[in-house]
């Protein structure tokens, strides 16, 4: 079975464009969440998706927001970025095994803003 | 709320030392704890878990046991070896919310 699979691998921006990244989960997982990794931070849950509703969200901007289509596919899309947004952007798709919930994490995409 | 604190790295150590990252959580009710590694360039994978108090994940020679009293994960690993250089992270999953909390990861560099 293929993994989680994200793309762009990498992304250069500057102050104030927009940008979109894309989720494809492994086959057959419905939930979809993002996370940003910073150095500093580790990682901070931005939100999940599951069957194409959003069903929880961390506590960022609302220019941070996503969508999930059909086919279990996310995107995520960031506008006005700041410098701050610079960072790996990592998204899991999750299987509940067992009585407990298991994430399958993506490479990631690093985004750099200028 | 629910957080993680877990040691601050970098740690280095020597090809078949002992190991132990420090792990400590705030949670409201029984949460799910959990160890997740990430190899250079890739995502984060499941390392173990514990679902309850004192039980005890294990995994790939890594160990660590669910302290409610102490509200520890703290991970071990006898003997390390160069492929476990890595980053951990401890991660708590709770009953009250449905989201993972993560800590700022530990960065383990081992040396032949």
């Known amino acids: 079975k293929a993994g989680v699979t994200q793309t762009p691998r990498y992304l250069i921006k500057t102050r104030g464009q927009q940008v979109t990244l894309s989720c494809s989960p492994i086959s057959g997982h419905r939930s979809v969440s993002w996370y940003q990794q910073t150095p500093g931070q580790g990682l901070q849950f931005l939100f999940e998706?599951?069957?194409?509703?959003?069903?929880n969200k961390g506590n960022f901007p609302g220019r941070f927001s996503g969508r999930q289509f059909s086919n279990s596919r996310s995107e995520m899309n960031v506008s006005t970025l700041e410098l701050g947004d610079s960072a790996l952007y990592l998204c899991a798709s999750s299987l509940e095994l067992e009585g407990f919930k298991k994430l399958f994490f993506g490479s990631g995409t690093q985004l750099s803003v200028l | 709320g629910n957080s993680v604190t877990q040691m601050e790295g970098p740690v280095t150590l020597s090809e078949e030392a002992f190991l132990t990252i420090n792990c400590t959580y705030t949670a409201t009710g029984y949460p799910s704890l959990f160890w997740y590694v990430q190899y250079p360039g890739e995502g984060l994978q499941l390392l173990l878990k514990a679902t309850k108090a004192d039980d005890k994940g294990s995994n790939k020679g890594f160990e660590a046991t669910y302290r409610k009293e102490t509200t520890s994960f703290h991970l071990e690993k006898g003997s390390v070896q160069v492929s476990d250089s890595a980053v951990y992270f401890c991660?708590?999953?709770?009953?009250?919310?449905?989201?993972?909390?993560f800590g700022t990861g530990t960065s383990l560099t081992v040396i032949p």
């Open positions: 998706y599951f069957s194409e509703t959003q069903r």
């Open positions: 991660a708590l999953y709770g009953n009250g919310g449905n989201q993972f909390y």
